[in-house]
């Protein structure tokens, strides 16, 4: 006993030593599979949480502003692609709208008048003036009848000289030409046109041609008419009858 109570402090400090260095060693195990409950829980190790958290936030919201901006500059060419659609149809109207005012000025045709003279007799498509002429040809026919009668005859009888003067009494065929000046035009498409006051006679010439057929009929019944007429005259006045 005096022994150990003599060196209880060797022994008390040896035992001390030996609990020290098991604790180290856990410690140092612990240290080896994790952290010590006070280290886990120290804040620069949470500071670090924090910015891992925030920096991948921040690339999240990166990333996200990079779809963003990657959709934006995506969607931009189609915008684009539209305007230049709409620009191209725009100037595609304009120059169909330019072609077709072109084609338009260019289908528009330009005459100028000639230096052209037509002219015409309006008696010569009067109805009423061509059965006159035709009763003028039976009395000129008529009036050579006479004169042929005469040379037979040793005395003419007065009522036959008569009719032979009456016979002589014509209408003039024909009045004073009217003119058409500058009759036709020159036009830009290559063609000879009619001017307007022309055309109009063209047109009423068509229409006389038209009728002329029946006209001529008429005009013959009118001349075999009047030659009958003068040629009962004749031979009343032949045979010694007085006119009434």
């Known amino acids: 006993m005096k022994m150990f109570y003599k060196h209880w402090k060797k022994i008390a400090l040896t035992l001390t030593a030996l609990f020290w260095a098991s ?84 289908s528009e045709i330009t005459c100028v008048p000639l230096d052209s003279t037509v002219s015409y007799f309006t008696d010569d498509y009067n109805e009423d003036l061509e059965k006159l002429w035709s009763k003028q040809a039976a009395q000129h026919d008529a009036a050579k009848r006479i004169d042929s009668i005469k040379t037979t005859l040793a005395e003419t009888p007065m009522c036959l000289e008569n009719l032979r003067m009456e016979l002589e009494r014509f209408v003039a065929l024909y009045g004073a030409p009217i003119d058409i000046k500058n009759a036709v035009d020159s036009c830009s498409d290559g063609t000879i046109r009619p001017s307007e006051e022309y055309a109009k006679f063209l047109k009423m010439q068509e229409e006389w041609e038209a009728n002329k057929p029946a006209l001529d009929a008429e005009c013959k019944k009118v001349y075999e008419d009047k030659l009958k007429e003068i040629e009962a005259r004749i031979n009343k006045c032949l045979s010694g009858e007085t006119e009434e």
Do not use: F, Q, R
């Open 23 to 106: 604790c180290s060693e856990t410690h140092e195990e612990a240290v080896l599979y994790g952290c010590p409950p006070d280290d886990c829980y120290d804040e620069p190790e949470s500071s670090d949480s924090n910015n891992d958290e925030s920096s991948s936030s921040e690339k999240t919201i990166s990333s996200s502003s990079e779809t963003a901006s990657s959709s934006s500059e995506t969607s931009k060419p189609e915008s684009s692609e539209t305007a230049n659609t709409e620009s191209s149809s725009s100037e595609s109207i304009e120059t169909e709208s330019s072609s077709s005012e072109a084609k338009s000025s260019s």
